[in-house]
Structures are given as C-alpha cells and as structure tokens.
C-alpha cells in the first residue's frame, strides 16, 4: 500500500509543478502548444523525478515522503542511470496499460482476471530494481555488517 501511495503522491506533485508553469504558457500560443508545452514539461519532470532524484538519493519524492527507497537487485546497491531510465521506460509503457487490460480480462472471462490468492501481475524487480522500506534496507545492512565481522 505504501509504494501505491508513493506512487499516487509522484504523480500528483508532477501535475501540481507542471500546472503551475503551464498556466503562465497558456496565453503565449494557443490550446496546441499548450498541450503540447504540457506533455514535453510532463516528461522532463517525470524524468528529473524518477531517474535523476532517485540516482542522487534512492528514491522519488513521493517515495522519500512515504519512506520507501529503491536499490538495485540482487546486492541492495544504489541503482545506475541505465536501470533507473529502463524503469521509467517500462512504467511509462507499462503502468497507463494495466486498468484497460484488467477491464478486458473481466469483460471476456465474465469475471476477475486471476485466480484468488494468486498475486497481481505487477513485477517487483523491474528492471533488476526493487522498492523497499527504508526500515527494512537500514535491517539488511545492519545484518549483513554483522554477518561479515
């Protein structure tokens, strides 16, 4: 539930910072360029927010507000740019495609998509990456020095 709030905060301050600076756009050009000022602003904050913000502290900012962090998989290091942008790729390609499939796959099977106690298809370790909670990281850690003394 954690990561889906994480998520749903991004996304709002996204739309938040981007509305902001589009709203003094509006009057230079017309409703094209404004959606199109919209989309470029849109992908440069998402960007900015869930590549180079989690590079530098391992985490987005709805992420960092709900305690949540990002390591790369399997040794819990800091991701790299490569994984990171190959995250933001995918979940930009990915995620807007989930409520229409989920809504077709009950719309053609007469009901719920997957089998009870089966778990969603979301993966995990996208792109060898996985979020975590920061309680659990500062745990491994401590156990893994104590492993190595």
Request: glycine content about 12%; overall charge positive; charged content about 20%.
């Amino acid at each position: 539930m954690r990561r889906y709030l994480a998520v749903g905060l991004d996304s709002y301050l996204c739309l938040l910072a981007v509305g902001l600076v589009v709203r003094s756009c509006l009057d230079s050009g017309g409703t094209g360029r404004a959606v199109a000022l919209l989309v470029v602003q849109l992908a440069a904050l998402s960007f900015a927010n869930q590549v180079l913000l989690t590079m530098a502290v391992r985490a987005s900012a709805g992420k960092l507000i709900m305690g949540v962090r990002v390591i790369r998989l399997p040794d819990a290091g800091r991701p790299g740019f490569r994984l990171l942008v190959l995250r933001w790729l995918y979940g930009l390609l990915w995620l807007p495609r989930q409520p229409w499939r989920r809504f077709r796959g009950r719309a053609a099977a007469g009901g719920p998509e997957r089998a009870p106690g089966r778990r969603s298809g979301t993966p995990e370790d996208l792109a060898g990456v996985r979020q975590v909670r920061s309680s659990d990281l500062r745990s491994y850690r401590a156990a893994m020095r104590g492993r190595t003394d």
